[in-house]
Each structure stands twice: as C-alpha cells, then as structure tokens.
C-alpha cells in the first residue's frame, strides 16, 4: 500500500448519512428492510444518526422517475418525498443534526426555493442546508412548466444565478439574536431584491427571517470543471464521488482547493464529503463475507441484464446474467437523459470495450463484471480497521468527512454508530457531544461568505 | 342525522388573521416564526378539539420591508408540526398561480405521509402582479384557466401511483409494478405535465382540497377528458355580510362541491375589553400600505364568546329537513394568542358538550375527521366486481 504523508494530525473524522432514495444499493429484498416511504423508517434513520453525533442527514432529488428504453424502471427502490417537505418534519423530532435538501436549480423558481430553504432553516434552529444540483434534460423538464428550455452549457449559470438570488434573498432581513454578527442592515428594515440578469429578472420584498446560522448551508453536488469551479466559488461543502480510493480522493482533495484559492478562499473554506458505504464485521473474513453477500444482493440477475442493457442500448433481459456480455457493440451512440444524470451523454462504445476487456482479462460473467464495477463503494473492515482507514483519509487531508448511504434501512447505521464511531472517539478522533446547534458549527465553518469582512477572516 | 360532522377550522397563521396582530402583541418577526411558537400554537388548537388548522401564505409580506411581516412557507410549517400532532388536520395555503403544480404535487403528497393521512390543501389564487415580478414570470392573465388546471394535474400526480405500485416482488427483482404507474400526459392551455409523480400515492389517496368559492371551478370535459365535469373541491369556503347571506352562499357552494363551510373573521372579548375596542386598537395600529388580509368577504363576529357560541349552534344545528345550514366553519382568529385561547376556554368546549362538534381522534385521517370518502384512484382500471369475485 502506498503511503501518504499525515498532515492534519488532529483532524476530526465527520460524519453525514445519506437516505438515497432511488437507487438499487439498498438491499430491499433483504427481510429487515423496512418501508422506504414510511415517516418511521426516516425516524428510525435520523434517531440513530442523531444519537451518533453525525453532522447531517441527507436527501436526494430526482424530478422524473426514472426510465429504461422507454418503459418505466421497476427493478430499484423509488417513490421518495419531497426533501424540504420531509426535512421539516424531521426537524421537529430531533435537535442537532443538520438537515441537507438536494433540490435541483434547473426545474424551480429562486424566490421560492430560497424562501422554502430558509423556512426550514428557521424552524430547525439553524440546521438547514442545501445540496445544488443542476442535472438538467427535457426529459425531466416535461414535468415542469417552462419544460426542457434550458441549454445545458447555462446550467451552471442559472445556478449561479438562482444562488445570487437566495443570498439577497436571505441577506434582505436584519440580523437577529443568534446570527452571526456582521453587516446587516442595521436599520431594521428588509432590503428589497432586485435581480436583472440574461436568465433572471427577478423583483421582491423576502419574509424570511434569519436563522441562528444566518441562512442555509451550501452543499453541492457534481463533479464536471464548471460544477468543482462552482463549488469552488460558492459551496461550504462538496458532496464528492471521490470516496473508496484513497489517491483519487486526494487528487480530487488537491483540485477542489486549488480551485477554492483561485476563488480567493481560503484553501480550506471547502469541505470535501464523498458519498461512500461501510461495512463492518466481527473479524476481517466476516467483513469480506458481508460485503460480498451485500454486493451480490446489490446486483441482482435483472438489475445486472438492466446495467448491460443500458450502455448496450437494448432489451438483455433475454441473456444469462451468468453468461457473457453481448458479442456484438451496443446500438446506441450515447445514453439519454432518463437514466438520471450520472452517465449521461457518455460514449456508450467506450464502456462496452472497458467492460469487455475487464470481463475478458479477469473471467467475469455479466452480473459478475457488474458487482466488480460496483464494488469499490467504501470501506470494509473490522469496527478498528474501519476507523483507522478513516482516520488516515481524514488525515492525510484527502476528505473532512462521509456521507454514508446504508446499504439496508433503517437498521444500516446501527452497527457504523454502535461499533465504529466509539472506536473513532477511543482515538479522539471523533466528537463525544455536540458542541453547537447549528449545522455551521458541526462543521467549523466560516461566517457566510457575502458577510466576511475580508475574505479568509475566520 | 347529518352523515358528515360539523368541521371547526382555523387559521393558525403568524400572529392572527389581521394585519395589525403582530403590532398589537408586540411579536418581533423572529418570535412570529420560531418552530416553538408554531409547535404550542397548533397543539393548542388541537387540545380544544378543533378539526383542521390552515396556514395562510403568500411569497411577498403583506407589508413589504417590513421584520414584523414575517412568514414561512405553509407547507414548511405544516409539515413541521405533522409530528407534534396527532389529531387535527392540517391545511397550508397554496397558490395555484406561479408554483410549479410538480412541486406541488410531491410536497404536499409528502406532508400527507408525514402527517399519517391529515393533510388538505387551500387551493387559493394569487392576484397581484407583483407576485410575478418575483417569480420573473409574465402576469397570469386566466386566474381561474390555471387555478382549475393547477388543481386538476395535482389532483391526476396524486393519482399517478396506484396504492400497491411497490410490489417487492423478490422473484423477478421488481420494487415496482409499473402497470400501477401512469403518466398523467396533462396538456393545458398555458402548460403541460408529464408525470408521474416521484412520490407514492398519499395515505388520503387525495389530500382534502379547499377553496374560497369561485377560485377554482370544475374541471371542464376536454377531447382529452371526455366525461363529465370533475369536481376539484372538496370543501369550498364562503364568505357573507350576514348570516343569512353566507348560509345562501354555502348552500349554493354545495351544487359545486361535497362540503361547505363559512369563513368567520372573529375579534372575542378577552382581557376585560370588549371585542370592538380590541378591533379599534387593531384598525388604529394597522401600517400603512398593508395589503389586507382583514375585511375580506367573510363574516364576521365581533363580541362574547357566548355569542360566538350562538352562531356556531345555529349553524351546526340541522333544521327540520335533517340539513343542517353549513357544514362547517373556518375561523380566521384576528389575534391568535388573545383569540385562541378564549376559543379553547369558552367556545368548542360548550359546543361540544352540546355534542354539536366532535373533536377528530387520534389517528383519524382528516378525510375520516370531515366525513368524506377516500375516493378511488382514477386510473385503476381493475373493475370493482374482479377485486372481490376472487
Ligand atoms: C455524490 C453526488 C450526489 C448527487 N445527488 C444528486 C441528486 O440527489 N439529485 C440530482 O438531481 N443530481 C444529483 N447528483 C448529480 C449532479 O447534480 C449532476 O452531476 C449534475 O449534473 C452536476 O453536474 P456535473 O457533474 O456535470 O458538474 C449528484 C452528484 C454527486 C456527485
């Protein structure tokens, strides 16, 4: 194993999870897997989450259901709700833990969204916070009024521009009891917001007060050039994919900051949270033995045919998920939107020879090749080799924390809170108590970045 | 005897339903807004027994620069309180002009999960054109085109998941059965929706759509929709100078709708002064350039709490054909923290020993608590007859 130097020897380990929502990681065939729609699974979630001292609970969007060569795919979990609607009811049971809405800035008006997200932060104490997603097609945009009008290469501009608005937005009202001190009107009037840009003409007078952490935090997820200069520009966190190889993670780690100073931030301004799976067992060969057993359940025979399917651009369901891949190449030049967001776009060709030769250099069958694709999610271990790994990745300065999606729920945190996190705190390498109440606190950030006197005053 | 109970609504929102309420108690706009607040206020309105609590919003202040014009989101607020309650059924006003109806659609099908099957829905139209200035949006000129089209498509999202849509069926490794998902294919004048919706059918299957009458009329028969015109109200709210004139209203209102009630603006005597000096002292504290949300065609009863009583009973009271005159009413409370309590102390308490209204149960949906059905999903296409000849 290469080595990395330690260079933060004091960093604390932190810890977000992540409810997903739609997806085909958590094993819902798995008899304890509880309802992913009932208020009590989500309770059940934040309780453990809450009592583990994690910073966050997280969760995901999704603007049209997902597709697979035009008919609707059945084969993963799906039917979430709505994240800030679902977060206020989370907030009025729990006290410290942060509450993270992905809410999507293509398909939703910036006055209203601003309003929505600081009306949970408000009721929450100052908890709440924002992941900025930009996926963008008019496949999704037939649900919504303005439809797929927005040109993909301005998806990031609108975000920038809706965010603009949010700041005004949550900047317009004085700074109250609990808010960070700092340049606010002082006159006990609200400013009046005012946006004229190419994609906005905005005009209003905001009702929403500010929060104790002053108004949401801005997470963001997505990893192209202009979505890390984006982060780099605007974001307290980064909501990474970088989060199962350590050298990638610190490239991605060295980048982000690079990028963040560019910004004229401070290099540390951006903190770096991979989504990532943990799986822990009593000695390192039932860690490997869960794992496999989890990766197997994660793929199933039709979720494998439906994965080949897709970059094939064809019904497989014919095929043997045991047997090879297809002789022949996909019939499809790209992928389309309704897959959601991730692939899009992607040289279909390219992958299908990548998985060709993997399958043929290591013997792999379809579903074989597909749970070998998927199976570098994270961390497997005993509960003291989990922590030291992440330790080192908290470390050697390559993350600040984790967004862990379970892979079964609701029962998926226990063993990580019961087991892992005391051994992170046996190393003072996590929090024994909150120390604060906000999100901003959990999280050690700076004063929002429209009221810094100059920029990296801390 | 009437089938439906009689419903006591109220609006719990900010400091009351008259503009000067937040002036009068001296509330600052963080005090107006605080989770703490909220959470006391609606158990308090749950503890009298009370049916259904609505929050009024709109995105601008009725008083714009204004700290003490502080609001949150309605739906934020509902659901916020869905787990702090267990009974009284929750109600957030929200526009059908700007939202986005997809929007609409999950978050209040959400609340309706969070709150276990008690959430409604004021389908309420917004007429100023400043609200399209913050929305960035030219002026929606047919009000009422978009109300009953914005009502229709959330009414089609609702339906979009059948009740058993998750199969988990680990044989073939479908979570879903997507016969059981339908697109909507919604295709109105000024917008169209494609469904379905990403969250599951609501416990309610329909949450309980409010509206002021004649803000949203049937759905009209279209090529696309050939049928009968489709009722998009469940419960139309009326106003009325007097008493005779609202009870006009209602019973008009109920060709249009299976459910009317009456808005009541209400200013009790409490605290040794009488309702029209605390009305006087709110006229004179009222800022200037407020946009109203007093005065509005509602009824009103300015006075005792005994005479509130009275009017609730004449209301609730089924007359000689077994009818009673309304089925409910909504209260608009124009100081919610003087108002509330006189409501909770002397009004429902002797209402319902008069056994005139019902508290709704623990657990009850607010369908159940209102005495409506849960209706059908329109795109089930198994015939009733097949379900149970099996
Ligand atoms: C860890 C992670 C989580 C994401 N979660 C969501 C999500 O919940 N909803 C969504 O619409 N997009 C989500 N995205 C997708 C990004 O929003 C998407 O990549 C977007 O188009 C950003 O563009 P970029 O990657 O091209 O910069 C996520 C991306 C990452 C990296």
Redesign the pocket.
Known sequence: MTEFPITRPHAQVHFGVFFQGVNHTTVWSDPESGSQTDFATFERVIRTAERGLFDAFFL????RLRESRGALHDLDVVGRPDAITQLAALAAITTHIGLVA?Q?TTYSDPAELARRLQSLDVLSGGRAAW?V????NAWTGANFRRGGYLDHAL?YERAQGQLNIARQIWDAFPDGTGAPAGSGSSDGTVAHVSEHSALFEVELDPTTPRSPQGHPIIFQ????P??RDFAAANADVI???HGSVLADALEFAADVRRRAVAAGRPEDDVKIFP?TGIIVGDTPADAEERARWVRWNQVTPATALSIVGNIWGEDLSGYDPDGPLPAHDPVVEELGGERG??TTGARTREIAAQWRALAEAEHLSIRELVIRNNSERGFQGTPTSVAEDLIRWVRTGAVDGFNISPWIVPSGLDDIVDRVVPELQERGAYPTSYTGTTLRHHLGLRAPLTRRTAVGAA | MPSSPFFVGLDADGAGAHPAAAAVTGLSGADLVSGARLARTVRQAENAGLTFVSFADALLPAVPGSPAAARLDSVTRAAFVSRTTTAIGLVPQVPTTYPEPFHVAAQLASLDIAAAGRGGWVASVTRDAATADAYGRAVVGDLAREARDVVQVVRDLWDSWEDDAVVRDVATGRYIDRDRLHYVDFVGESFSVKGPLITPRPPQGQLVVLAADGDVAPAVGSPARPGPAEQLVDVTLVGGAGVSTAIGNAAAARERSPLAGINIEVVLDAGGRTGAERLAELRASTPAGVRSTWDTRALQHVGSAAGLVQLLTDLATPGPDGHRPVDGVRLLPAVLDVDLPVLARDVLPTLRAARLVAAPRPGATLRESLGLPRPANRYDVRAPAAAVSV
């Open positions: 995901g969007e999704g603007l992905t999507n992941n997603v930009t996926t963008d998806r997820a997505g990893d192209s202009q979505g909501f990474s994919r989504g967001s991730s």
